[in-house]
């Protein structure tokens, strides 16, 4: 297991990577990762050049943090708004160790028109299926939007939220970005093919294949 520290700074680094990398914009995304019992998530609206380890709140994944919030949390600040999603992720999923949340301009623009991505390129594999699916609307930080993103999750590394930004989750956090980076690319081609035309869809059959090929490619840790 990592030492608690490495993973605090491991967070604080990944933040700022988002936003240097045209991923995220300001404060908007947020990055958690699971500790033994525990998660370890970015801050509330703390802008991420001014982020440090010591700021990263922590809650356990054992117990409810809705029961009594303020007891839960441990840390100087509050944890992201959308600590709730990311809780549900890690602890419903086991095999989950690291949780992205981001506004990436092409993933935001498909979820403000709600469309899922389809197969329109093999790569909607490295997402677990053949399709990535958009969640329905619900406000930042709500019970009901964490409960819309598990079931877009489902049996999925990613999905989009309706009018909102995307998640991506991963055995680690290095395959947590991965994806955060491949899920925007592939949005903004199938983005970029609906202005020429009615992209082609790949068959169930051949996103299958795919599949079966991705058992050991590229950041597929897992």
Not at 26 to 33: E, F, P, V, W, Y
Not at 36 to 51: E, F, K, R, V
Not at 148 to 177: E, F, K, P, W, Y
Request: glycine share 8%; aromatic share 6%.
């Amino acid at each position: 297991m990592s030492d608690e520290n490495d993973l605090r700074q491991a967070i604080v680094d990944a933040c700022n990577v988002l936003n240097s990398s045209g991923i995220n914009q300001g404060t908007a995304g947020n990055i958690s990762l699971r500790h033994g019992n525990q998660m370890l998530i970015s801050p509330s609206a703390t802008p991420y050049d001014q982020m440090t380890a010591e700021m990263i709140a922590a809650t356990d994944l054992d117990s409810d943090p809705t029961a009594t919030p303020i007891g839960h949390w441990q840390g100087p600040r509050k944890p992201s708004t959308e600590w709730r999603f990311h809780w549900q992720l890690l602890q419903q999923r086991p095999e989950i160790s690291a949780v992205v949340h981001a506004h990436p301009p092409f993933c935001t623009s498909l979820a403000i028109l709600r469309k899922d991505i389809p197969a329109c390129h093999y790569m909607v594999a490295a997402f677990g299926g053949n399709d990535v699916k958009c969640a329905g609307y619900a406000t930042f930080g709500s019970q009901q939007l964490a409960d819309l993103a598990l079931t877009a999750m489902a049996g999925r590394h990613a999905c989009l939220l309706a009018n909102h930004g995307m998640i991506t989750v991963g055995t680690s956090l290095d395959q947590a970005m991965w994806r955060a980076v491949e899920l925007e690319a592939l949005a903004r081609q199938y983005h970029q093919a609906l202005q020429i035309g009615e992209p082609v869809i790949l068959s169930t059959g051949e996103i299958d294949e795919t599949l079966a090929l991705f058992a050991g490619y590229g950041r597929n840790d897992d």
